[in-house]
């Protein structure tokens, strides 16, 4: 079979199976089994197939028909400016998240942070800590999850991004973190929190059933109304965000509302905006420690 032959049936499967993008899923799986560029395909169509880059092509195209999402099977998935490496314990990094990252960072910027201390709560991959870390070459970070085998990829992806030396790990909840641990961590309180806490809601009808099927729930849902981890998690924050500091966490699509009179309730937080994304959702809050 060449290299032309199950490109085209691989696209034929996956369109078969309603994937979203068949033929882009196709190119990226092909590719990356063969150790290509996705250029390589075409300029490189009538290649015989080996007995085993065949195999692997069949075995990942296979589990992309069962709806196991590309970025586990290759392991990796693009987020800001760097690879992550994921797996099934963590969630899978996406381009909405970085808006985060850009909040913070423009904060951090604006208010001259020289020396900035971050925390990022139920962190997974690492993905919104480690690039804010990879971007402030004179920041701290302490990472926080309750998964193990989460904190493992987290620390894995800190060594390959070379932030390792600047990242502290705290295993635990996010709601439990208080300001002994931030300082012994940090040096000092947090300048800047930020997180993608789990905001679905128990029973929401709206989520894709492969997102529910492959990836970990403790990172997608957070009670009835999905607002559990924002509502204790911000609590939290309060104590270990120094005066004037910043909180930046994203939220659902139609959580603005609701999670900005969770901030607006708790007594330290002030200045509570919602922002949306480019398709005009809510997707992040943000709100300063009062001074």
Known sequence: MTVGDILNKAIELLRARKIENPRLDAEILVSAALGWERSDLYTNSFQQLEKTELGKCIDWLERRQGGEPVAYILGKK??????????????IPRPESELVVEEALSWLHT????QPRLVDLGAGSGCIGLSLAAEMPSAKLLAVDNSLAALEVLRENAQRIGVIHRTAIWDGDAANLDSNVVRESLGGLADVVVANPPYIGTFDPELDENVKKFEPHSALFAGPEGLEAIRTWSAAAQSYLRPGGLCVFEIGSRQGQAAKEIF???????EVTVLKDLAGLDRVIRAKRRA
């Open 264 to 270: 607006k309730s708790l007594p330290h937080f002030e």
């Open 78 to 91: 693009g987020f800001y400016k760097h690879e992550f490496m994921v797996s099934p314990d963590v969630l």
């Open 111 to 114: 208010d001259h942070v020289e």
